[in-house]
């Protein structure tokens, strides 16, 4: 997305700006709270997380159930970076009914809680099928992680942030004796003496009882508050969150190990950070990607997009940040990763990425605003005419071109003109623009209205 805005008097000889692949959000609703995870269960239906305790119901028709599927607000702490933070339906949920959820308690414990829906009412979960999975202690307010997903092996992966304060002053990111700072791994569908699930038998550091978290898959996260598996390769892409200058993704091939470290708190990103009693640079696995805060302070994770109807966008990994309300994707060409800007808005405090059962992706913020996420191409330039503007004045208005716009003449005092176009937009000689005159000029491949 390319934009210009003038609103003072001026002449160019020459002014040229050109588009590329965009995406624009469309507004499926702004009455949840402060969303924090978007699922579905297999079916039609959207299941949107509210970090106060609810988890509500977008039916295929676009309303909203009036009673949550679930609430636990009287058993979160709904607050700062704490609350209600993830969920994921069991693979076999038409059958068994089984979900997951991720909260904080007002006492600061993380719990990993299974629920079923209702036997009679697929609208509504049973509350009091509650079974306890697993729970840990948060020793600070902020870095609780949050996000559940299963991973193409059948397990639940699990994220944990490092325990918060600030540059992980209990060092838990490299403490394999901690559920903190890690992805973890278990089987939700056995269970092991003592526990409601079971230790999978190739976890990287499964060795029985005492010692390392048999739990851990990998280690070395700052606060992984985002993570999500590519549906049709299976990697794992995760957002981590950075102290104070760099965020970073990183990405395990499918079909992968386990145990790698991910660095924390020796590195943010690739840089160091605090390396006492830090092992060699090559025991640590970097990010594939990283960017400096002149770009962002906090990434939201997001998903690979293997949807069907925007082939464009199709194999990118999208993701955002929360300061900026930027929304990027990367991409693998030959080998190197390219990072593209599809969408600027400034603000947008998106907090989580959510898939349908088609693939299709949406976007939730802490305002409670649920978007639905499209691509716009270029290509498309077929279906609108290329435009000539001389007019002197040029009268008020929106004028929408295909590949090119090209304009002389001029906008005068008290007027506004916006241009969008496909390709490019060419301001030629003589072209002015009046003081007190409001001009416009974005190039886009989704026109008006988009990025």
Not at 68 to 78: A, S
Not at 107 to 112: F, H, K, L
Not at 204 to 219: C, L, Q
Not at 349 to 361: A, C, I, P, R, V
């Amino acid at each position: 997305m390319n934009k210009a805005l003038f609103s003072i008097t001026f002449l160019l000889f020459c002014f040229s700006i050109s588009a590329q692949v965009g995406i624009q959000l469309s507004l499926i609703s702004n009455t949840f709270g402060s969303i924090t995870d978007i699922k579905h269960a297999g079916g039609n239906r959207i299941f949107v997380v509210d970090k106060a305790g609810y988890i509500r119901i977008l039916n295929p028709n676009g309303s909203i159930n009036p009673i949550p599927f679930l609430d636990i607000h009287t058993l979160v702490n709904n607050s700062g970076e704490q609350g209600l933070l993830g969920l994921a339906f069991h693979p076999d949920y038409a059958q068994n009914g089984y979900f997951f959820i991720n909260y904080v308690t007002p006492g600061q414990n993380t719990i990993i809680a299974r629920y079923q829906v209702s036997a009679t009412d697929t609208s509504l979960a049973e509350p009091l099928s509650s079974t306890l999975i697993l729970s840990f202690a948060q020793p600070y307010t902020n870095h609780n992680g949050g996000e559940l997903n299963f991973g193409p092996d059948g397990f639940l992966y699990i994220s944990s942030g490092d325990g918060g304060s600030g540059g992980d002053p209990l060092d838990n990111g490299q403490n394999a004796t901690s559920f903190l700072g890690k992805i973890l791994r278990i089987d939700v569908d056995n269970s092991d003496p003592g526990l409601n699930y079971a230790i999978p038998a190739d976890n990287p550091f499964a060795d029985g009882p005492g010692g390392n978290r048999d739990e851990i898959w990998s280690t070395g996260l700052r606060n992984p508050w985002r993570f999500s598996f590519d549906r049709l390769t299976g990697e794992l892409w995760i957002g981590d969150v950075g102290q104070g200058l760099y965020e970073e993704i990183d990405m395990e091939t499918a079909g992968g190990a386990g145990g790698l470290n991910y660095g924390w708190r020796c590195y943010e990103g690739n840089h160091t950070y605090n390396n006492n009693n830090c092992s060699s640079m090559s025991t640590y696995t970097f990010p594939i990607f990283e960017y400096d805060h002149s770009f962002g302070c906090s990434i939201t994770g997001g998903y690979v997009y293997r949807g069907q109807n925007y082939p464009i966008i199709y194999g990118r990994y999208l993701y955002t940040d929360y300061c900026t309300g930027k929304i990027w994707t990367l991409k693998n060409e030959n080998g190197n990763w390219v990072n593209e800007l599809l969408f600027e808005n400034s603000g947008g405090n998106y907090t989580t990425f959510g898939e349908d059962k088609q693939g299709e992706m949406y976007i939730g913020n802490v305002r409670g605003e649920l978007f639905k996420i499209s691509a716009c191409d270029p290509a498309l330039a077929v279906n609108y005419p290329d435009l000539s503007i001389s007019n002197n004045p040029i009268p008020s208005g929106t004028y929408e071109a295909g590949n090119t716009l090209n304009s002389q003449g001029r906008v005068e005092t008290g007027s506004q003109v916006d241009f969008y176009a496909f390709g490019s937009i060419k301001l030629d000689p003589g072209f002015q623009v009046e003081s007190g005159a409001v001009f416009y000029a974005k190039t886009s491949a989704c026109l008006n209205g988009g990025n």
